[in-house]
């Protein structure tokens, strides 16, 4: 079993985090989803250390908010806001789930892409602008949260497609292990959300997280029929706001 070799591998496709080459054995790609959720616990940790620099060089909120808007797609490479876009482009066409896919093969980008996304990345802020500096590590469980659902929905959800990126890398997956580890990275973020930030925050995150993921399910399978790589990404950049939506809520109710 080559962990490091499956961690690499896991770091080099989902970061921009400098990382060594190495090849991709089918021993390796059996374990790749495991370390998927530890990006986030880096984003998280990075999002942390730019809160305290924010903080000693007294940034101002603006510029604050619009830095932890853009740092997980510069640690990510925007890799999952590309699939977000996709997959806004082929559901706003309201075509059959054969128009769809072909849609998301297209390189091009459509206008309800450009649309969509801009309307996220003003939600996220609006949203982000909302969530105290003290109350940042919430985002470090978010990030962990919604990549465990992601490989979660990976190895269990049906495919659209035979090959592409989500049959790839869910075909050579251990899946009871993935499905383990996910658990444990999912139960632990709740368990730590509730120690950190009280029972509510960890109630209605969880709350937020199962109907995401049953409307992740019920989307890919009756307009794609299955998920892709591309619906992947759609559902990760979902997560992030949603999961960061639900906390902020908490906030307001307690």
């Not at 790609?29 to 007294?58: D, N, Q, R, S, T």
């Not at 890398?169 to 499905?179: D, E, L, N, P, Q």
């Amino acid at each position: 079993m080559d962990i490091m070799g499956s961690l690499v591998i896991a770091f080099s496709m989902y970061s921009r985090i400098p990382m060594p080459r190495i090849s991709w054995t089918p021993e390796r790609m059996k374990y790749v989803m495991c370390f998927f959720p530890l990006i986030g616990a880096v984003m998280g940790l990075a999002l942390y250390g730019f809160e305290k620099a924010a903080g000693a060089l007294e940034i101002g909120m603006t510029a604050y908010c619009a830095g932890g808007t853009v740092l997980p797609l510069l640690i990510t490479g925007g890799i999952h806001m590309d699939g977000f876009l996709d997959v806004s482009d082929a559901r706003c066409s309201l075509g059959e789930p054969e128009k769809k896919l072909e849609i998301l093969k297209d390189p091009h980008i459509g206008a309800f892409a450009v649309i969509r996304g801009g309307i996220y990345l003003l939600l996220y802020l609006g949203v982000f602008s909302e969530l105290p500096r003290t109350r940042i590590a919430v985002m470090g469980a978010v990030y962990v949260m919604t990549r465990a659902m992601s490989a979660l929905a990976l190895v269990t959800f049906p495919k659209a497609k035979k090959n592409g990126l989500a049959a790839s890398f869910s075909g050579g997956a251990r899946k009871g292990t993935v499905i383990f580890s996910m658990a444990g990275y999912i139960g632990g973020s709740l368990v730590f959300l509730v120690c950190h930030e009280g029972w509510l925050t960890g109630l209605l995150v969880g709350l937020a997280a199962g109907g995401m993921f049953w409307h992740y399910y019920r989307a890919a399978v009756k307009e794609f029929g299955g998920i892709t790589g591309d619906l992947a990404g759609w559902f990760l950049q979902n997560g992030e706001l949603g999961l960061m939506a639900a906390a902020v809520a908490a906030g307001w109710i307690g």
